[in-house]
């Protein structure tokens, strides 16, 4: 007898655990692998500021005891200015977080395999049919789901993802305590998530303190290692140097402790999707990849991929007799396009635009934050193209051309 699934899933972060507790709760049989060992589960998976809003606390059912902090705000900071747009969220104990999604996919009868490293499809007559794991080890299931972020390594054998080195974000985070979240010099960051635009600190990209109570928070930056990081960047420094010196320039961090075991990194693309789907395939999560280029959301954006992967699934196993053809899969990427990631080349060309525009603009960029009304800045951030040309000045004119120029060169 064949080891057999109706869904495997190879990866239990946010976007596989999510899909494993959908299809279960539907009650089909579904297998999840990953390589960390339980007893230390997440480990290098651990890799998440955490960031998010009710939006993903409400539609997901996330308790409140993997929240480390409620915060009222999003401010954004430039080198000598702050915005600040009022709006609850909740930054939460990534660790916690991914336990919960296991302990309550295994309630619903999801079965889980830890210490288990995917390394392949197995192909049969041109379709996937299974995954081989751990060296030789096999199981078979008419779904097979590729949820392993930036790993990918069965979208990547299948084709189905094509994730670019020259698009990969890094990022690095410590947490902190003995931080001055409300410091004279800058704008109160009590209960908020702070994300800061600035090359000197971080070149190309951004950093950030979420404000995890008391005097604590998580610190950390990104960027991409593109043309817009090389412009910007100095010699020689790596991405845990631009944190050092960004610890040591800001008052905010005098006589801060980093609390231990508390580091946290990892990478994301930040690019078009490729094919989300084939016969009896998806990919979901940081494989497609799924992150909102602009402000790193990948655990929402994740999770709305894993629902469209178990819609899709529950609808080609449900009929007596199961159809898992590529057309039927395709239901994932019509799904991802209008509900999951809607306008995300826009989403991806407003991203590629700030982070080119050198510090100046990023003050200016405040100011005019202020001046437009919410509906302006909720349509710009929904990559509404009318939106995002208000937002832009004549100023902005040789950003667009070198834009146009370094497109125009890919
Ligand atoms: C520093 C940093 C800060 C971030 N901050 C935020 C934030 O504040 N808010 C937000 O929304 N998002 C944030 N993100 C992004 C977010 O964490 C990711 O988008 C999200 O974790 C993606 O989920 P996923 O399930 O697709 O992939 P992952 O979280 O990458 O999960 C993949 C899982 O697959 C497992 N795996 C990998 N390879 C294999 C294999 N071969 N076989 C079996 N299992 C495997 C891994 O161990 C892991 O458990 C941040 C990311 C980083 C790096």
Request: proline share 5%; with cysteine; net charge negative.
């Amino acid at each position: 007898m064949r080891d057999r699934f109706d869904v495997v899933i190879a990866g239990a972060g946010p976007a596989g655990a999510q899909c494993a507790r959908d299809v279960a709760e539907r009650d089909y049989d579904v297998l999840v692998l990953e390589t960390e060992p339980e007893d230390e589960f997440p480990r290098q998976s651990n890799k998440s500021t955490a960031g998010t809003f009710p939006s993903m606390m409400a539609s997901f059912g996330i308790p409140d005891d993997v929240v480390m902090n409620y915060t009222d705000s999003v401010v954004l900071e430039s080198p000598n200015d702050h915005y600040v747009r009022e709006q609850t969220g909740a930054v939460l104990e990534f660790a916690d977080f991914k336990r919960f999604l296991v302990r309550d996919g295994r309630e619903r009868g999801a079965t889980y395999r830890f210490g288990s490293r995917v390394s392949a499809p197995i192909v049969d007559e041109g379709e996937v049919v299974g995954v081989r794991y751990d060296g030789d080890e096999e199981v078979y299931a008419d779904v097979v789901i590729d949820a392993t972020g930036p790993a990918a390594p069965l979208a990547k054998k299948l084709g189905v993802s094509d994730l670019q080195r020259d698009h990969q974000a890094i990022g690095v985070e410590y947490e902190f305590e003995g931080i001055d979240v409300d410091h004279d010099d800058y704008g109160d960051l009590t209960d908020a998530m702070m994300l800061r635009l600035d090359h000197d600190l971080a070149p190309g990209g951004y950093s950030w303190i979420f404000h995890t109570g008391g005097d604590t928070a998580k610190v950390g930056l990104c960027y991409i290692q593109n043309d817009s990081h090389r412009e910007y960047a100095k010699d020689g420094m790596g991405i845990d140097d631009y944190l050092e010196y960004w610890l040591d320039q800001d008052p905010r961090f005098d006589g801060a402790e980093r609390l231990e075991g508390k580091q946290h990194r990892g990478s994301a693309h930040i690019q078009p999707p490729g094919d989300l789907s084939t016969d009896n395939f998806i990919a979901i999560g940081d494989t497609v990849p799924t992150i909102d280029p602009l402000w790193g959301e990948g655990i929402h954006k994740g999770m709305k991929s894993a629902r469209a992967a178990a819609i899709t699934v529950d609808a080609a196993l449900t009929p007596d007799s199961r159809d898992t053809s590529a057309e039927k899969m395709s239901v994932y990427d019509e799904l991802w396009h209008t509900e999951v990631a809607p306008r995300s080349r826009a989403r991806l060309t407003l991203t590629e635009l700030l982070y080119l525009v050198p510090n100046e603009r990023y003050d200016q960029l405040m100011a005019d934050l202020r001046a437009a009304d919410d509906d302006v800045l909720q349509r710009a951030n929904a990559g509404d193209k009318l939106a995002m040309a208000r937002l832009l000045h004549l100023d902005d004119v040789p950003t667009l051309v070198k834009y146009a120029r370094q497109r125009l060169s890919n």
